[in-house]
Every structure is written in C-alpha cells, then in structure tokens.
C-alpha cells in the first residue's frame, strides 16, 4: 500500500488532474466548452434543485435504487466468501450507463444545448443516450465503430426506434476509440449547439468528475444497502474496468473506507502476456488519448495499438484517469480476466441464479470465481453487476459454435 | 535571428508567407521527401511536416487518410527526424515545423527538444496540448530554441488569447474555423475581425488555416494576415496520385497570395 492518508482525497484537483493523471488535453477550440460545462457543473452540483430533478429521474425513470441481491446459490456452489451483486442490470435499458446519461441531459439542458452526441461501444451507452434524448426531445446523433454496428445489431437498431441517428464510422480500427475520435469531430464543429455525453469516466476535465458523480449513487446505495443486509460494508467490492465509468461509481464512496478491497477487472483477453487484450492498467504506459493524460496501450512511438476483447465494453485501449491514480497509490488492485474466463462466468451465473450478465459484467464475475472459494464463509463480496447479457446472444452463441 | 523570424522579417521580404503541410511519410518516405523538396522548389515558405499518428482526432476525412497511408509504412518518430535532417542539409533556411499530436511528442520522453533541434527542427504545433497544459513542454523546448506554435481558435476570447500571446513564439496559427481540417470555410469576415483582434495585441506574425483550398481564398485571407496554411488540397492530389500537379497548385497559391491589395 502507498497511500497514506485518505481522508483528503479529493480529486480532481483545479487542473482538473488526479496526480499527474488526467487534465485538458483538447483542440484549442474545445477548450470555451470544457470551461463552459466546468461552470456550469459546479454551480448544479451544488443546486438543490438540480439535484432533486437527477433524483426523481433515477427513481422514476430509470428504476432506483437498484437491489443488492444475495447469489445464495452461487456462494454455496463456490463454497467460500458470501456474494452479492448490485443489480444496475435491472435498470431501465438494462445498465448502468442511464445513470450517467440521466443527469447530462440535464446539463445539456441547463446549457441550452439542442442537440446531443456520444460514441458507443457495446452500444448501451449509445441506447441510454438515445433515451434520454427521445425523453426531453432532443437531437441525438451516435457514433460507432463499423465492426461493433456489425456485432451489436440489436442496439443500433433500439437507438433507430428511439429516435436517433447512428453514423458509422470507419477510420482506424473501426472500434469504440474511432468513434469517440469521430465524436470529439462532431464537437469541434458543432461545439456551440451541441453537448457530447462522454460514456464513461474518461474524456479531457470535467467528464471524469462528471461521469463519476453520476455513477456514484450506485455506491452510495451500497453503503446503506450493505448495512442493512449484513451489518458492515463489504469487505471486497469487484467491477469490471473498460474506461471505468461502472467501477469507478461503485468505488468512488469506499475510497475513504481503506477496510473494504476494492478490485477492478480488465478484459484479458487471449491472455495480458499474448498482448491481444484490452487491459492498460495491467500492461500499458502511460501517455495522451482523448484530452486525457492516463495509462494507455501503445508502442514505443505512442501509436496506440488495437485491443482485443470478447465484450465490446471493454474494447478500448485506455482507462479513466482516477483508475490509473488509484492503482498508482494502491488503493485499487486492478486484475484481469480472459474472454475464456469471462464466457465461463457468464454460463455459470446464468445456469446458477437465471441472472444473465453482460460479457463485461462477467470479466468480474470471473475474478470473483477465482478467489471466492479461497475465503472464509464470514467475508461479504460485492460485485458490481452493471448490465443484463441480452444483448451480448450473438457473440456468445458464435464463441459456443451456433447460429442464430 | 531564427530561421523563423527572417522568414516572416518583412525588410528582408515583403511576401506574405506560404505554409504548406504534407504529412511525413505520405505516402512512402521516398516520395515525402521528394514532394517536399517540390514544395521548397515552387513557394513553400515554411514546411508543416504532420507527424502520422493513429487517433488524429482533429483532422478530415483527407488528412485522416494521409496518416493511415503512412502508418501502413510503418512511419516511425526516427524517420521523421531523418526526413528532416535530409531536407536540412539541402536547404539551410527552410523552417521546419513538425505538427502532430501530443502522444507522439510524449514518446521521445526527456530527448525531445534535443534531437527536434538535431534534426534542424525550428518548431512544434501540438493539436491536443493547449496553451493550460503546455508549460513545461514549453519551457523543455525553449532550452534547444525551438518555438511551440500556439494554435488559436475563433473560440478563444481575449483573456484568455492574452494569457497564451505572453508564452508564444515563432508565428501564430489561426484555426479559420471550428471544425475539423478541411472543412467548409463560412464566415470570411469573423476571420478577418479575428486576426486584425490577434494582430492588435502582438507583433508575432499571424498565419491563417483550416479551409483554404483555393488560390482565391488563400489571396482574401492573405490580405490581412502575415501568411496562410494549405494541407487538405495538397494532400489530396497526394490521395489521388497526382502529384506532379502539387507544384503548379502551390506556384498558383504563392502568386495569389503576393497580388492583394
């Protein structure tokens, strides 16, 4: 453990940095933006009755709070540390990714922005944009990779239904990086209309804040949720880590709680050592992606180099800039799982409890797996499961060999 | 007196001032390097080498494609340096100003300035390093003279314009619009109010980019600027392997831009 004290965690400091990671690495040009929404940030996080509308909406919109459910038979057949998982799968589109979506509309709207834009991977956060947009009448354009439109065709085609338009994009590896490349694009140009709801807590100062605190009420249910259910708070809350907008809403209220492990999960992958995986916090260096200073996948020229993972979520090179300060001063531990690994997991806990998590979820759930039966029956394990597996079919019958 | 302030030192010269950009190794290092020398041969006044990186999140469509041609070569931040080097040796009064992205600055690490300045590097323009970010960069380069070329946008306001005018060097660089390389140019009047704005406050030379495709708009912006930047244009006939005609298009841009007025 590096960390000494944690009672003065703050971060993002005034440069919008958490340690060295982070900042305002944007186009002179977005720069007015980043100052705007900054600003106007700040004055809502402090407005009661900004605060109370993102409230009302998480609970009648999106479905708030979220259960803590015991996995009874999951935790017999492991036969070790009791587990529980956060069910941000039951919310209204099926993730956590609404809760981030739910409160930047907001914003845009505060802002008077007409129109709004996002990048999607998966496509949850394209869908939950979509949402929020067709729920306060805005325009909404998403971007996303050729190959995740070919991959996630079911949730190119709710974001059609919902009204939004979804523009392909095929530069570069055609994945979630070139879309956000393509979306920053978009902004550059159409910076005065239009907000970009950035998707996870990654992106140039303020989205990881932004991001962050919006996610975090799924933390913050935590806490009261876990006194009540046993007592104390978790003592290993686990998450899966593409950009980190899921983790880093259920860690970010336990930061300053040093008894509970906080464990992050990364997309292995083939394997972190055959370097076909998503997982810069375990195999990266750090540098300068998407206004962002963070660790990140690349050569020895700063080209940043194709990732590799089973689940689209995952399939990013970077990670937000609080994960890569939190596993710097130890607080976080960041593990990886295999997609093999993963696709395991997602069988095992559909089979035992009829939940059906995404292929991200499941890189957490496979972690889990691992040390679960290794604890002792009087440890409470907390997963964070962040989305339902609907629409992740058509890989997992392709990797179990059929066809739909 | 750098290579950069006689170039825009209007005794010696009272041209307006020619910036072209190509990117390095676009579309082989062979041909780069022989497009660039066309350049120097027809009117370039100052050479904007692009450093090909694989997430060029502010460039066009056409831009965007000149950096992918050249990562398929396997372009690398030596071979730049040497392309450079090669140009220098035959031309000791070309400055050569390297524009690319912040990450692949960062993979040189403490070496940088170092070898930018062996390499006969005059200066840098990193698209994603605003003025808020860049003070050590800055400084690290000021040590081996080379300037950081500050890019200014029709968003940045007066405060803020006043803050970066105090750490700038070498010129300026006027982004003509907001958007992305090669975009639409609309409104040629804000352009104008800008930089009369810009030039109010410094006597460092101010050159406009982003939209200029044409000898006849390049001739406008000229009017009330120290120079204009020309890429898209160039790099399409790269795109649509005519380059023989890059010399022609540049000798018709550097005579319109000596005829305002």
């Known amino acids: ?404 | 007196m750098t290579r950069l302030e006689k170039v825009f030192n209007k005794k010696e010269t009272k041209n307006k001032v020619l910036v072209t950009y190509t990117v390095a190794g676009d579309p082989n290092l062979g041909s780069s390097k022989k497009i660039l020398n066309d350049l120097i041969a027809s009117g370039a006044d100052i050479l904007e080498i692009g450093v090909p990186f694989s997430d060029p999140m502010s460039e066009g469509p056409v831009i965007q494609k000149a950096h992918e041609r050249a990562l398929k070569k396997n372009i690398e931040f030596k071979d730049i340096l040497n392309l450079c080097r090669q140009i220098r040796i035959k031309n000791k009064n070309i400055p050569i100003v390297l524009m690319g992205y912040m990450n692949s600055f960062l993979s040189l690490k403490n070496k940088l300035a170092k070898e930018l300045n062996q390499a006969g590097v005059d200066g840098v323009i990193v698209v994603d390093l605003p003025y808020d970010e860049s003070k050590s960069f800055f400084n690290n380069l000021k040590k081996e003279n080379i300037d950081l070329i500050r890019l200014i946008s029709p968003t940045t306001d007066s405060i803020r314009l006043k803050k970066m005018l105090a750490s700038s060097s070498g010129y300026l660089y006027y982004v003509s619009l907001k958007g992305i390389t090669g975009a639409e140019l609309k409104n040629f009047n804000e352009v104008k109010n800008k930089v009369k704005k810009i030039k109010s406050l410094t006597n460092l030379p101010v050159v406009v980019g982003f939209g200029i495709k044409d000898a006849s708009t390049a001739k406008k912006m000229a009017s009330f600027s120290d120079g204009i930047v020309v890429g898209t244009k160039i790099i399409d006939f790269i795109e649509k392997k005519s380059t023989p005609k890059i010399s022609n298009f540049t000798k018709s841009l550097k005579k319109a831009i000596n005829s305002y007025g």
């Open chain 1, 1 to 404: 453990m590096k960390y000494k004290n944690l009672n003065k965690y703050a971060f993002p400091d005034k440069e919008g940095r958490f340690g060295e990671f982070g900042g305002k690495y944007v186009s002179e040009t977005l720069i007015t933006a980043l100052e705007e929404l900054e600003k106007v940030y700040a004055k809502v996080k402090k407005d009661k009755s900004f605060q109370e509308e993102v409230i009302k909406d998480l609970n009648d919109f999106v479905g708030r709070p979220s259960p803590l459910y015991f996995a009874e038979r999951w935790t017999k057949k492991l036969g070790g540390a009791k587990i529980y998982l956060k069910r941000e799968d039951l919310n209204h589109t099926g993730a956590h990714k609404i809760n981030n979506t739910v409160g930047q509309v907001l914003l845009a709207k505060k802002m008077g922005k007409k129109r709004v834009i996002a990048e999607t991977g998966a496509g949850q956060h394209g869908v939950a944009t979509a949402t929020v947009a067709a729920r306060h009448g805005l325009e909404c354009i998403i971007f996303m990779g050729e190959e995740d439109i070919e991959r996630q065709a079911l949730n190119v085609y709710r974001m059609k239904l919902l009204g939004a338009e979804v523009c392909s994009v095929d530069s570069g590896t055609k994945t979630l990086k070139d879309a956000m490349n393509e979306a920053m694009r978009d902004w550059v140009t159409n910076v005065e209309d239009t907000h970009y709801i950035i998707g996870s807590v990654a992106g140039p100062h303020p989205y990881p804040e932004i991001v962050r605190d919006f996610n975090s009420i799924v933390g913050k249910e935590l806490k009261i949720q876990s006194k009540k259910e046993f007592g104390k708070y978790p003592d290993i809350i686990v998450a899966c880590v593409g950009g980190g907008s899921n983790a880093m809403g259920i860690f970010h209220p336990f930061i300053k709680e040093t008894k509970t492990k906080l464990v992050g999960v990364e997309a292995g992958g083939s394997g972190v050592k055959s370097g076909k995986h998503a997982a810069p916090l375990s195999d990266g260096k750090v540098g300068v992606l998407h206004g962002m200073k963070t660790y990140l996948m690349q050569d020895k020229n700063g080209q940043i180099l194709s990732t590799h993972s089973v689940s689209a979520g995952l399939d990013y090179p970077g990670v937000g800039p609080e994960h890569a300060y939190l596993r710097d001063i130890g607080r976080v531990e960041y593990q990886s799982a295999t997609d093999q690994q993963a696709l395991k997991s997602f069988h095992d806990l559909t089979k035992t409890e009829g939940i059906m998590p995404a292929l991200e979820t499941s890189h957490a759930l496979a972690y889990v797996n691992k040390i679960a039966p290794k604890l002792p029956k009087s440890k409470t394990i907390v997963i964070n499961l962040s989305g339902r597996g609907d629409k992740d079919m058509f890989t997992v019958a392709k990797e179990d060999g059929m066809t739909l």
